[in-house]
């Protein structure tokens, strides 16, 4: 149903015989058992636009990141909130209006759309919102190979996909059988194509028929609406579009009157499960329009109005919907899936821009149904950095898979999740199921710098003068990010030999070796020192270098030598004028250098 005069439904009234002569002639041989499905509770009326349009700039998506919330994302999320699970996105149909209200087709927005419905892990109903494009042959294949198009794009996208080939079928002279044969080619197209997504097939009375008095599918020969098809899948919902509309009802317009249309629609549904073996979701239904036009051109309001325009009701048709929704929410053994309608930002009752008829204290606030189960989640984090979505509160589906991403700030890092006090390892994405509330913390600490020289040793265990040996140098990165820098060789304060250590992982060591001459040295105790420069940032410089003080023997050739190697440890000062080291009796005294 859509803002335009395609509203209007269609009052002819049939002579009785006519009527009992339709349904004597289809009762059906056969009563078909009716396969489980998905329970579908939700709203239509959001157009595929509107996943570009932002009306409200101060709240944050938490499916695209560093976007505001769409209008489409908002109105997600109040459904959600709602304990319902299922959204209705719908575009002009594009074989017939193509720039139609609802707006053009475009590829790019709904991927978009599908992903706010698989980041709120909702049914998203895909809606070509037309109604004669199966109406000739010509139109017929044009409406198909679109449906390819799009078949072809999405086919293997989120699982919770549900097309809907087509709004509310109209101007096929009542011919249930020729609209199955079109809905049985798109299911044959789509299963070779390798499709596996739950799709509809819309009664002809959803728009008005000749079936019923009414033009409305609320009597039992309504049952011959529905298309007959197959499925090797068995996805297939069969949808009834269900209103009150002041113009047809006006008669008999009460709370009787209303909950007898009611049970009628509900009559024919159920019927319509037996007879097709497929499962109900209804993707459109209200109160339905509140005035009356005459033939003139001229319209009465109906005497009981609440509210005007495309989200407005009278109390005799809120009281309808109100019955509808009770007996499809208490039907068993599974209640009938509804989509409700109209929600989107195009709503033109007052106080009901962007949610529609889901806005607070409008019609869809006042029917009642048993929610189905959500779960919130709270995201925070301490000082250092941020998270997607936004530090907030949010629900979600029962069983949705959520993605946290953490933000550090420069200079910080995640050192850990806090999920209900749990603590969790430090992922730069963290994935929740959402089977129960969860209070999400990412705790943020500043990044450690910190290089160490962790072992130096000579490779010959005796150092013979006038020769030359080895020092094996072990360097580690004790810091929170890999780094790169020196690591420089000293003998008695002079540089000897320097490397570049590059790129060196968190956690990880690296040996570097250096060549240590000793020709030329006089006899005596010489101090080898190793340094591993400072990195920025780095505060803890006590780990930086190591010492050796090795002695070299005043004769080489002795049989029995006194050279050694003894480690004092971390002997250096370190400064701004460079490295000293003083000898003070047999102790190594260290300090920095002002």
């Known amino acids: 149903m859509t803002p335009s005069p395609m509203m209007i439904r269609a009052s002819s009234f049939l002579a009785l015989f006519l009527l009992a002569l339709a349904v004597l002639a289809t009762i059906p041989d056969r009563v078909h058992s009716v396969s489980q499905s998905p329970i579908l509770l939700g709203w239509g009326g959001s157009r595929l636009v509107e996943n570009t349009l932002y009306s409200n700039t101060t709240v944050p998506s938490i499916v695209f990141p560093f976007e505001n919330a769409s209008d489409q994302e908002v109105l997600a999320r109040r459904i959600v909130e709602m304990g319902l699970n299922t959204i209705r996105i719908s575009f002009a149909p594009y074989c017939t209006d193509p720039n139609g209200f609802m707006s053009p087709y475009n590829s790019t927005r709904l991927e978009r759309a599908i992903r706010i419905g698989e980041t709120l892990g909702m049914w998203i109903i895909v809606d070509y919102h037309g109604y004669e494009d199966v109406s000739n042959s010509t139109v017929g294949g044009c409406w198909l190979s679109f449906w390819r198009t799009v078949l072809t794009d999405f086919s293997s996208s989120y699982g919770r996909i549900i097309w809907e080939p087509l709004n509310e079928p109209m101007n096929l002279n009542g011919n249930a059988t020729l609209l199955g044969h079109y809905y049985q080619g798109w299911i044959d197209q789509a299963r070779t194509m390798g499709d596996t997504h739950w799709m509809v097939v819309q009664n002809l009375c959803s728009f008005g028929c000749n079936l019923c008095p009414s033009g409305n599918g609320d009597c039992p020969a309504a049952i011959n609406g529905y ?323 090795v002695n070299l023997p005043s004769h080489s050739g002795t049989n029995n030598p006194t050279a050694s190697t003894t480690s004092l440890g971390s002997a250096l000062y370190v400064g701004m004028a460079g490295f000293v080291a003083l000898t003070l009796g047999a102790t190594l005294v260290r300090r920095r250098l002002r």
């Open 227 to 549: 298309p007959r098809v197959t499925d090797p899948l068995g996805r297939v919902f069969i949808s009834l579009h269900t209103y009150m509309s002041y113009n047809v009802y006006y008669n008999s317009w009460n709370n009787t009157a209303a909950e007898d249309v009611a049970r009628s629609y509900y009559h024919t549904i159920l019927n319509g499960t037996s007879l097709t073996g497929f499962p109900a979701l209804n993707t459109e239904g209200g109160p339905g329009p509140t005035q009356r036009t005459f033939s003139n051109g001229t319209a009465i309001n109906c005497p009981d109005l609440v509210a005007n325009g495309a989200s407005g009701y009278c109390e005799t048709n809120i009281h309808f919907i109100k019955t509808l929704t009770e007996l499809f929410d208490a039907h068993t053994p599974q209640r009938i899936n509804w989509v409700w309608w109209p929600a989107g930002d195009w709503s033109d009752t007052p106080g009901t821009a962007l949610f529609g008829a889901i806005a607070p204290n409008a019609w869809g606030t006042l029917i009642t149904w048993q929610p189905l189960p959500v779960h919130s989640l709270s995201i925070s984090s301490t000082g250092g950095g941020t998270s997607f979505p936004d530090a907030g509160n949010y629900t979600y589906t029962s069983g949705t898979i959520v993605n946290v991403s953490a933000i550090p700030e420069d200079g910080y890092k995640l050192s850990e999740w806090q999920d209900n006090a749990t603590s969790l390892p430090a992922t730069d994405n963290l994935e929740l199921s959402m089977s129960t509330d969860q209070n999400v913390v990412a705790i943020f600490s500043p990044i450690q710098h910190d290089v160490a020289v962790e072992n130096v040793s000579l490779a010959d265990r005796i150092v013979t003068p006038g020769r030359s040996t080895t020092m094996v140098v072990t360097v580690r990165n004790l810091g929170d990010v890999s780094e790169t820098f020196n690591v420089t060789f000293y003998c008695d304060n002079a540089s000897v030999a320097s490397q570049v250590v590059q790129n060196l992982g968190v956690r990880n060591s690296l040996t570097v070796s250096f060549v240590w001459d000793t020709t030329g040295l006089r006899p005596g105790t010489y101090l080898l020192d190793v340094v591993a420069s400072p990195v920025p940032g780095e505060t803890d410089l006590a780990n930086n270098n190591l010492t050796l003080a």
